[in-house]
């Protein structure tokens, strides 16, 4: 028991010393993007879209959802379809239905969710009407 114990201190120690990283195959190389590079997650079946904030597009086959759970809690899931990163986003449009982000695009926020991200993202300096 007590080893059991250690090991799950042992490995959440080792989750906080080492921030979430993704790696991409692209053009023939295996790139590692770390989670602050990320400015939102696209999902699309069983493939998801890595925009990071130089203005890259990967793709990648893992789902959204087993993403979600690796990634830190900096990430916020706004849609079915979108997980966007809390740090980049600069303001939201069509009263909470899109959330405009650092890198010049937008990402779609659901129905059920509008009011808790403009709870969340409300006191943002600028808001943006399309």
């Not at 080893?3 to 080792?14: K, V």
């Not at 990071?52 to 893992?62: M, N, Q, S, V």
């Not at 980049?88 to 779609?108: P, S």
Request: charged share 20%; glycine share 8%; hydrophobic share 40%.
């Amino acid at each position: 028991m007590n080893s059991i114990g250690t090991l799950d201190s042992f490995s959440q120690n080792l989750q906080a010393a080492h921030p979430a990283q993704l790696s991409v195959h692209f053009m023939g190389r295996t790139l590692t993007i770390c989670a602050e590079q990320i400015t939102f997650l696209e999902g699309d079946g069983n493939y998801t879209y890595v925009y990071t904030c130089a203005g890259r597009k990967y793709l990648i086959c893992k789902t959204l959802k087993w993403l979600a759970c690796k990634l830190d809690s900096n990430f916020i899931r706004v849609h079915k379809s979108f997980l966007v990163n809390a740090a980049y986003v600069i303001g939201y449009a069509d009263e909470g239905r899109a959330l405009k982000m650092r890198c010049g695009n937008e990402a779609a926020v659901s129905r059920r969710k509008t009011k808790e991200i403009v709870g969340i993202f409300g006191a943002l300096p600028e808001r943006i009407s399309a």
